[in-house]
């Protein structure tokens, strides 16, 4: 910013200068005319809908400066900027530096064969301070490219590896958190990630990912976390009490133990807070600054999804059935304390259940007039029989 805003201020104090002498030597008007023009036509607009920043060139090159040995781009904000011999010595080149949002849909299989998808979601923003190298990777197009590459490529190289990463669909589903990891430190390199959050040299044939989850909760000599499951590749770390992780750990002093503790709780802060977009990495050779990075959906397909989908629903209804079955003995208890016998508890709740159908059948017959005679005389013989009966007694 300083080389254009000393170029242009140069500039303009000589063209005034000749404005100046212009007027003097012909007419006052017609040099005020000249310097108006000048200032007239070197005006641009870098547009703020949506934002924009210009890179300076100079008869046509684009322009960097030195800071603290580093090529930074000279470049101009949003607003009217004023470019001298506008477009034949000085000009913009207008560059949108809106945030860009993006996913990655990757299709790959785990070592069990299972086809997977998985969706990485990212935002970055173009660097004012890198624009050139934003503008010689393509732009936008072209870093979304470059990040379709190297996130495809690097999810592939973990999902179906058999040294790292999961075994199997299972084990994908838990392992959001050691994809970021290894995502990120893809992207950003590990001299940025270390920078970020160096985890130090002494621990470093420790997997960033197994540190991760040893430092997830406090983990005393001994202690038994319940439920807590591990991966194929992290079972060689967590058996026997983290026997592993621990043969390293405990040869350092406390002094060291405690650097290690704190560089691996800032490592996953810096993960969180990359998934939610509340940090930022710069990424130099791009020219652009990752705001957020974070896998957001994983999904089985083909027939391990729906032999996935089965199994998901046989197992809730098992749960209901056996939800089912205990408050049915509940009743039945209820009822053989009234009384009841468990044969006759059953029929009564079963029939209230729907499960055993009982009803009353009606049925209508066609008598002849005859018959129907018969019947009512019998009918009336029998009572008279057992009344005249009763009556004896």
Not at 366 to 391: A, C, V, W, Y
């Amino acid at each position: 910013m300083k080389t254009k805003r000393t170029t242009t201020i140069v500039i303009t104090i000589v063209i005034l200068l000749i404005g100046f002498v212009i007027s003097v030597i012909t007419n006052l008007f017609f040099g005020i005319a000249v310097v108006l023009a000048f200032l007239l036509q070197g005006l641009r607009r870098i547009e703020n809908d949506p934002p924009h920043k210009g890179i300076v060139t100079i008869l046509g090159k684009r322009q960097y400066k030195e800071r603290n040995g580093e090529k930074i781009t000279v470049y101009t904000n949003e607003g009217w900027q004023f470019f001298p011999f506008c477009p034949f010595v000085t000009s913009p080149i207008h560059i949108d530096v809106s945030r860009k949002n993006f996913q990655i849909e990757v299709i790959t299989r785990t070592p069990d064969r299972a086809l997977v998808k998985i969706m990485v979601d990212v935002t970055v923003r173009p660097w004012a301070e890198r624009l050139i190298e934003y503008l010689d990777s393509g732009e936008f197009e072209g870093v979304k490219s470059q990040f379709s590459g190297e996130i495809s490529e690097r999810i592939r190289g973990w999902v179906e590896g058999e040294e790292e990463g999961p075994k199997n669909w299972p084990e994908l589903y838990q392992a959001r958190l050691e994809a970021i990891s290894i995502l990120i430190r893809r992207i950003a390199g590990k001299k940025k990630m270390d920078k970020l959050a160096e985890i130090p040299d002494e621990v470093q044939e420790i997997p960033t990912s197994i540190l991760l989850k040893f430092y997830s909760k406090e983990r005393p000599v001994g202690k038994k976390w319940p439920n807590e499951e591990f991966s194929e590749n992290e079972k060689a770390w967590a058996d026997e009490d983290w026997e592993k992780v621990r043969e390293v750990i405990d040869n350092l002093n406390d002094a060291k133990k405690k650097e290690v503790k704190e560089a691996v709780k800032k490592r996953r802060r810096v993960i969180n807070d990359l998934r939610s977009g509340d940090t930022k990495i710069e990424l130099d050779d791009l020219g652009v600054i990752l705001e957020r990075l974070n896998v957001s959906n994983i999904e089985v397909l083909g027939r391990t999804a729906e032999a996935a989908d089965q199994e998901a629903k046989e197992q809730e209804e098992l749960k209901a059935e056996a939800l089912e079955v205990g408050h049915l003995l509940t009743q039945i208890k209820r009822l053989k304390e009234t009384g009841y016998s468990p044969e006759q508890a059953l029929e009564i709740l079963q029939t209230e259940r729907g499960k055993v159908n009982k009803s009353i059948d009606e049925k209508k017959l066609n008598i002849s007039p005859e018959s129907r005679q018969l019947f009512e005389k019998l009918g009336k013989e029998t009572l008279d029989m057992i009344f005249n009966k009763k009556g004896g007694k």
